[in-house]
């Protein structure tokens, strides 16, 4: 329902939460992570074991929505940090 809404914003978020279907969700979830996979960086002032830490955790993020990476990508992605 959208009458609760007060702005234009609201209502538009709350029609895309109703009318977007699981796919469309699962898409964004994994445009998202590719996007975060490809441009992984280490963080000022991060240690190298918070970044191995943070990149490890993506890639469980990465396997449970259905994206997978071959470990010599994995690894070189992790290099480049």
Known sequence: MVIPCTTTK??????????STDE???HFI???LLSEFGAFQQK???KLIQ??????HL???MIKNGIGRE???QMV?????
């Open 77 to 81: 992605t992790f290099l480049m940090v």
């Open 10 to 19: 609201e209502i538009w978020d709350r029609l895309k939460e109703l009318y």
């Open 51 to 56: 970044a191995f830490d943070r990149f490890n």
């Open 71 to 73: 470990v010599i990508e």
């Open 59 to 61: 890639l469980s993020k």
């Open 44 to 46: 000022p002032d991060e």
């Open 30 to 32: 994994q445009t998202l």
């Open 24 to 26: 469309d969700v699962e």
